[in-house]
């Protein structure tokens, strides 16, 4: 089995039973005129990794494991929208409202599609959530466990948002969660690092974390 070399120790990867799960690489988050950008974010930070991420889904899917991508979005009708969610802030557009690419994080919408470059192969689990993490309100969960998948490789935005909570949620069901540290990022350098840290702290409380060369080096792919 392919050893990881990883903080705070190595991970074991049996590759049969792990899958990669890359987190809303959406035009929303990382494109400017989306979401991200309407909640004051400079979203070139995100942009940045698609190179990073591609390399990686690329590597897992050399390597044989299960490749499932997440999307943050809402109904067209948002009924799963709640109203604490659509009122929060003062953003410059509301989730639901029209756009430049399309209403703000709603399902079917230019902006709710994963950036091309890594687009999903027609035979992956592409899973819409409607909240920041993966396993609330999805069949993420039912189709893990259907699967047989013990481990989850985390990649995608924003680290200490969506791919964070994410974790946890996994983390308690019983994941080892390890996080590709070059293949995620937050609006905000500082969180990113913190979140870094925070999950592989006290002996990996939450999970792992190392660069993608060395998950695609120990994958020998
Ligand atoms: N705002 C922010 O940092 N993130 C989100 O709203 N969603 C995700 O992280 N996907």
Redesign the pocket.
């Known amino acids: 089995m392919p050893v990881i070399t990883a903080e705070p120790f190595d991970f074991t990867c049996d590759i049969d039973t792990c899958a990669l799960i890359v987190?809303?690489m959406q035009r929303d988050?990382v494109e400017p005129g989306g979401f991200?950008a309407s909640?004051g974010n400079d979203v070139s930070r995100l942009m940045a990794i698609v190179p990073t991420v591609a390399r990686l889904i690329d590597g897992a899917r050399r390597a044989g494991m299960m490749v499932i991508h997440t999307r943050?979005c809402h109904r067209p009708d948002l009924s799963d929208l709640p109203e604490a969610k659509r009122l929060r802030g003062s953003p410059s557009l509301r989730i639901g409202d029209p756009g430049p690419m399309g209403r703000l994080l709603v399902a079917g919408e230019p902006g709710a599609d994963i950036v091309p470059e890594l687009a999903p192969l027609p035979q992956e689990l592409v899973i819409d959530k409607p909240g920041?993490g993966a396993f609330y309100a999805t069949e993420l969960g039912a189709v893990l466990s259907r699967r047989g998948i013990r481990q989850l490789i985390f990649a995608g935005?924003?680290t200490e948002?969506?791919v964070q909570t994410t974790m946890r949620e996994a983390n308690d069901r019983g994941y080892d969660c390890l996080l590709a540290t070059d293949a995620t990022e937050s609006?905000f350098a500082e969180f990113k690092d913190a979140a870094v840290r925070m999950i592989t702290a006290q002996g990996a409380i939450v999970g792992w974390a190392t660069p993608t060369n060395t998950i695609l080096e120990a994958l020998n792919v």
């Open positions: 987190i809303d988050f991200g909640l943050e920041k935005v924003t948002v969506c609006y």
